[in-house]
Every structure is written in C-alpha cells, then in structure tokens.
C-alpha cells in the first residue's frame, strides 16, 4: 500500500463521516456511538408504517401508542 492510497482511504473516510453524523469519529466514546445507533433505529421505525405496524402488532399496542413510545425513547 502507498501513500497515497492511504491519504485516498482516509480522506473517503472523513468524507463519509462528515456526511453521515452515524459514523462516528476518533474521539466519539462508545457509549456515544451506541447512542446515535439507537436513535437512528427507532427513526427508522417510526418511518417505515410497515416496521411500526410489525412492533404494534408483536406487543399488543396501537400504531399511535408505540410511535409515541418509541418518540419518548
């Protein structure tokens, strides 16, 4: 590997992480990536009626009660 395959590589990589919050950096903590990982799911789920309807149905809830559950998670 050259060098500048790595200076491609890693400037890819700070692309990436700039655009995307997701990502992480150097100095995001663990607990911090685990954070946005479980934000981003639960935004995912309220967006898509399927996946709602498919966690409304497995606990016995309303699409309105778990979308306001997984809002207040």
């Known amino acids: 590997m050259q060098a500048s395959d790595r200076f491609n590589i890693n400037s890819q990589l700070e692309h990436l992480q700039a655009k995307y919050v997701g990502t992480g950096h150097a100095d ?3 607990f911090e990536w685990a954070v946005n990982i479980q934000r981003d ?3 995912s ?4 009626y399927p996946m709602l309807s498919y966690f409304a149905i497995a606990e ?13 998670v």
């Open 41 to 43: 799911s639960y935004a």
């Open 60 to 72: 016995n809830e309303s699409i309105g009660r778990e979308r306001y559950n997984f809002m207040q």
């Open 28 to 30: 995001l903590s663990r």
């Open 45 to 48: 789920y309220i967006g898509h």
